[in-house]
Structures are given as structure tokens and as C-alpha cells.
């Protein structure tokens, strides 16, 4: 949520639209407020900050502000906590569940919302998804139509308005047709990336400490098969060496550990596993490679070091 929408960030906006929302409500409604990753990273950051009360508009409000993003995207288990502190059996509530990502921390969101159905929990589910790709749309749709509720998709400040509007007015958004932008850079002039989304902590079935690595990659025109490769290796510099080709990885020297992933399709996103090593400095990084007749390296994601996460390691259910 720190990225920018109309030049403010994610979470400016959304702090500012559910301001006012709240502030126009009657003053006897219940609310509460559930959010992850405030402050905290890692997969166990989802947390009740204020139980659903008459009245309590106010003082969500005041915890709103408080918010800071930081981290994974947790929402199977937001959900978990969103049954067990918000629903209720007796009457129904409504959700609105607000995010910029998709599930990132193996739960499953689906099977959360069967649970609570089948423990009689009432509620409406209407989620926002802002800058979501048509995969994490589609995810977001169906978890909006089992849980009885509608996906707004947010690609800028009107569309969270028109989102609420429509939650509350029961109809549905008109969006404006989007506004052509001037001299638009052509699609072969924009280059191949890779990049790190998130390193979480993941504790497997068997015990063995992990970490898991999420990435996102845009390839070039007309290419369709690429090659994702992780290099891990001790933040220690010992024996680099030259690059050749230029965007590869200097210190492969230093390797530690690799891994290897095959991906069609142009855009895409993954994870890949790192196993915990002994050593506490360690820095992973990735390549980007088209395999297009003759493989060649296309993009170098940054070099990231990898926390100590073993105070907040998440155990596997």
C-alpha cells in the first residue's frame, strides 16, 4: 500500500475515503476494524484493533490513522480473525475488505469463508482489490461471490468512490472510460524486469525452516518462454566475478545456493523456496532469462538480505 495512486500513496487514499465513509454514518452503527501488516511483517500480522461496537465509528477512525503498512498479505488468516472478534450468527455484516494484493502467505482464503458459513457466521464480503492483475481479479471475484458480496476494481481515487457508493447505495458502479494518455511509450520500448515482492518466513509439515520468495516479472514483445534464476549467497564478499554477460549476477563466486524456474507468458509470478541457512547475513537476488533460440539474460532483480525470522516464524497448519 506504498505505492502511489494519483500521485499519494495506496494507504493515504484508502485511509482517507474510509474517513469518510465512517464519518457519514449514523452514530449508533457497529464497527470494527481488523488489518494485517501494520508495522509488523511476516505472515502472522493480521490483528484486531478495535471489536465491532455500537457507535464505534469514531475510534476506528483514530486507529486508522495509526496504520502502517508493512509486509505479506495475510488474508486467509485477516479472515479467520474477522470471524471470530467481527461475525456473529444472529445478524449480518458487512465486509469491506480493502487490499493491493492477493493471498501471499499460503492460506486459503476460499476455504476460510466455507468455514464460517458452515459456523452459521452472516456477513456481505465486498472487497476492493486497487491496482490488482486479471489472475488476482478473478481470485478476488469468487471470494467476493461466496462471501455474498461484490469485487470493486481500483485502478485510481474515483474508483474507490464510485466502490463505495455502490456498497452502500446497493447499485452498481459506472466507471468512466479510461482517459487515453499522450505519446505512450511503445510496447517494445519497455524493458524486461524482475522483481522481489516479498521474502517470507515459513515453517514446512515436517519442521524444516524456510523462507518463501515471491516474484513478479515482465518479459519483451513476443518472447513467451524465460527462465527464472535465484542465486543465494553470504552478504560476505569473498570471490566476485566479472560479469559476463554484463546484467549477470557479480558475486557468483559467493553462491551459495540456486534454483531454477521455467515460466510461459510474457508477465507472470511465482515463488521459489530458500532453505535456512546456518549463517544469519545472507542476500538472494534474481535473473531474468529469455529463452528464445539462443538463452540470454534480460533483467537482474535488487539484491535483498534475508531477516532473522526466528521469533516470527509461521508454523504450517
Given amino acids: 500500500m506504498t505505492e502511489k495512486l494519483n500521485g499519494r500513496t495506496r494507504m493515504e487514499i484508502a485511509k482517507e475515503q474510509m474517513t469518510q465513509v465512517l464519518s457519514g454514518l449514523p452514530k449508533d452503527s457497529e464497527v470494527g476494524f481488523v488489518a494485517y501488516g501494520n508495522r509488523i511483517a511476516g505472515c502472522n500480522s493480521a490483528r484486531l484493533y478495535h471489536p465491532i461496537q455500537r457507535g464505534g465509528a469514531s475510534a476506528?477512525?483514530?486507529?486508522?490513522?495509526?496504520?502502517?503498512?508493512?509486509?505479506?498479505?495475510?488474508?486467509?488468516?485477516?479472515?479467520?480473525?474477522?470471524?471470530?472478534?467481527?461475525?456473529?450468527?444472529?445478524?449480518?455484516?458487512?465486509?469491506?475488505?480493502?487490499s493491493d494484493g492477493v493471498e501471499s502467505c499460503?492460506?486459503?482464503?476460499?476455504?476460510?469463508?466455507?468455514?464460517?458459513?458452515?459456523?452459521?457466521?452472516?456477513?456481505?464480503?465486498?472487497?476492493?482489490?486497487?491496482?490488482?492483475?486479471?489472475?488476482?481479479?478473478?481470485?478476488?471475484?469468487?471470494?467476493?461471490?461466496?462471501?455474498?458480496?461484490?469485487?470493486?476494481?481500483?485502478?485510481?481515487?474515483?474508483?474507490?468512490?464510485?466502490?463505495?457508493?455502490?456498497?452502500?447505495?446497493?447499485?452498481?458502479p459506472v466507471y468512466l472510460p479510461p482517459t487515453k494518455k499522450e505519446d505512450p511509450k511503445k510496447e517494445t520500448d519497455v524493458p524486461a524486469n524482475i522483481r522481489i515482492v516479498s521474502i517470507l518466513p515459513y515453517t514446512s509439515l515436517e519442521g524444516s525452516e524456510t523462507y518463501i520468495l515471491h516474484f513478479e516479472y515482465d518479459g519483451i514483445p513476443n518472447i513467451q518462454d524465460y527462465m527464472i534464476q535465484m542465486n543465494v549467497f553470504s552478504k560476505e564478499e569473498k570471490n566476485?566475478?566479472?560479469?559476463?554477460?554484463?546484467?549477470?549476477?557479480?558475486?557468483?563466486?559467493?553462491?551459495?545456493?540456486?534454483?531454477?524456474?521455467?515460466?510461459?507468458?510474457?508477465?507472470?509470478?511465482?515463488?521459489?523456496?530458500i532453505p535456512k541457512k546456518s549463517l544469519k547475513e545472507i542476500q538472494t537476488s534474481l535473473e531474468l532469462w529469455s529463452l528464445d533460440d539462443i538463452p540470454k539474460i534480460i533483467a537482474k532483480s535488487e539484491t535483498k538480505q534475508l531477516q532473522d525470522f526466528s521469533k516470527t516464524t509461521r508454523q504450517s497448519k
Fill in 106 to 172: 499460503e492460506g486459503d482464503p476460499l476455504a476460510v469463508l466455507h468455514a464460517l458459513k458452515t459456523r452459521g457466521k452472516k456477513f456481505n464480503l465486498q472487497i476492493m482489490g486497487i491496482a490488482i492483475d486479471s489472475k488476482g481479479e478473478e481470485d478476488f471475484a469468487k471470494l467476493a461471490a461466496i462471501g455474498n458480496g461484490k469485487y470493486y476494481p481500483v485502478k485510481d481515487k474515483e474508483d474507490m468512490e464510485l466502490a463505495f457508493q455502490s456498497i452502500f447505495s446497493g447499485n452498481p
Fill in 60 to 98: 476506528v477512525i483514530g486507529k486508522l490513522y495509526g496504520v502502517v503498512p508493512a509486509g505479506s498479505t495475510p488474508i486467509a488468516n485477516t479472515l479467520e480473525i474477522v470471524g471470530e472478534y467481527i461475525l456473529s450468527e444472529n445478524k449480518e455484516t458487512d465486509i469491506i475488505f480493502i
Fill in 240 to 273: 566476485n566475478s566479472f560479469p559476463i554477460p554484463p546484467l549477470r549476477e557479480r558475486r557468483m563466486g559467493d553462491l551459495m545456493f540456486h534454483d531454477v524456474q521455467f515460466r510461459e507468458g510474457r508477465n507472470g509470478k511465482g515463488k521459489m523456496i
